[in-house]
Every structure is written in C-alpha cells, then in structure tokens.
C-alpha cells in the first residue's frame, strides 16, 4: 500500500513510520510503499509494489511479462529487478530492485492474475535490450515468435520505433533469425559457414516427384539431395512428437533422401565432429546420387497427397 493512501485513511506520518522501524509490525518496500507486514514481500507483492511506485497506467515489462505470457526463460542471465514503463510525463526514477522505463509509446498492457503487463512484442524487446550476449536475446527472440505470436518483421518494426539504446544486438539476431525456426537453427547456420559446401536451402519444403510430401528439414544440399535434421530432445519429448519424427524418418527413407540427425548440444560440445560428419555424408550423398525429390517454395501451390504437419 501506498504511504499517502494510509495516510489519507487517518492513520497518520508518525504512525506509519514507526510501525515501520526494524522490528515493527511493517516493513517499507520502495520509496512511499509499504508492505503491511514484517516478512519479505512475495514476488508478486514486489510487482504490486513496483506498480504503486510508478503510479496509474504503469505495466511491467521485459522478462516478467515475458514470462507470465507463457515465454520460457530458462536460460535467461540472472535479473531479479521488475522492470516497469510509465508514461514519459510521471516523474519516477528507477530505485531499490524497480527499473523504470519512461515512454511516450505506452502500450495496452493485459491482466494476468491481476498484474498488469505489456505485450509479448513490447515486453521481449524491453528485455532484449538490456541483454549483452547474442545467445539468450535470440532464444528471447525466438519464443516470442514461437509461443507470443510475433513474427520477426513485426519485431523488427516495433525495434525501429523504439529507442535506439541496447537495439545492435537484437538488431542483428533478427537479421539473422527471420528465415529459421529454432537457436539451434541459428547455430547450425553458424556452424555450416565453415564447411566446404554449406547448405543452399534453409527450411525448404520437399516434395517427391509426383507430389508427396516428404519433410522441411531444418538445412538441404540441393545438389546432391542431403538432408540435415536438427532433432532436439525438448521438441521431441511427448509421445505425439516423436510419433511425427518416426514418420518422417520413414518418408525420407521411402524416398531415398539421406538424412543427419543432430542434437543441439552436440554443435557446442563437439562442432568438429559435427562438421566431419556432415562432411563425409555430403560426399557419400554425392556418389550416391541425388534422389528424385523437389524443393517447393512456401508460396507455391503443389498437387498430390501429403500433409507437412504429420
């Protein structure tokens, strides 16, 4: 609560300091916030608190409202402030573990459990700004676009009207992201660079001669018909998933394509080996010969059986 709003309830200055002396039955938060009792606040206490400190319209942003839209955040650099926006014209300075953000492009936040927050799209650029390392902002970037339904054109735009400070590095994932799916997409892109022939299509859909669907991999060698898979462990836990792996297993067999399978963690473990592998797969695929399949671009229409989502 608000130290003026107990204050105006007839509970006067003096009181409210001294019930808040070390020991007493309250405890001050932030600069004219009290918590009405003696132990720690909760965390969602510290977001109510942060939302009294900077007064009416303010939101939380940045990883928390990530968070509670449903982002996973796991691999996020440690953070425990709550970062809040306030309209520019509210005279609040950032304080104790608040972050305070002033703008003058506030956005229409939404409630969740009864705490404020902005947008996916506001609230992962926020954060990304504030992030030093290219890996945890593209995985930010990445979930917004995978769980918070932003695209990254949508975030790219949204980078641009914002302000410019701590915006190079997301800048530059997006750059980078737009034609991929996953960090482990990006990583592979990264690690392809240094083969004798990297990849010629990114996440190209691929048919058989006379229509079928086969599969997207994650990268394709055109020339000799190679496919590499990017499988991680997350994506492929539940039953459903991996039921939807062991089918395109089979179509790519049924078609002759021959495929790499790798982990995500093997490109940080073992980059080299990963790189020898696809090395000798790309020249075994080429004395091979290329199977009779097609690359379809996402806008073209194709006619035959097969559904890309089984």
Known sequence: MRAATLQAQTVNKSTVYRRCLPGGPWRWVLPGVIVLQNSPPTAD???VAALLYGGPHTLITGLEACRRQGLRLGDMPP???????VPHARRVRSTGYV?????????????IGEIP?????????DAARRIRAETPVANLLF???QRGGCTPAALSAELDLGNSRGSAIPRQV?????????VAELNAKQLAESCSRPPTHWNPKL????GHYIATPDAWWDDVGLAWEIDSVDFHYSRDAYGRTVRRNSRYGQAGVPVVQTLPSQMSS???GVERELEVAYQAASERGRADVRVVPDNAGVHGQGNPAA
């Not at 972050?99 to 409630?111: A, I, Q």
């Not at 048919?207 to 006379?210: E, K, R």
């Open 45 to 47: 206490q510290r977001l």
């Open 79 to 85: 953070d425990d402030r709550v970062h809040i926006l």
């Open 99 to 111: 972050l305070v953000e002033r703008t003058v492009r506030m956005p229409t936040g939404r409630s």
């Open 117 to 125: 927050v902005a947008p996916v799209m506001r609230a992962s650029l």
């Open 143 to 145: 979930e917004a676009v």
């Open 174 to 182: 997006l750059k980078k992201i737009t034609p991929l799916r996953s």
């Open 207 to 210: 048919y058989t001669s006379d």
């Open 270 to 272: 073992n980059p080299v």
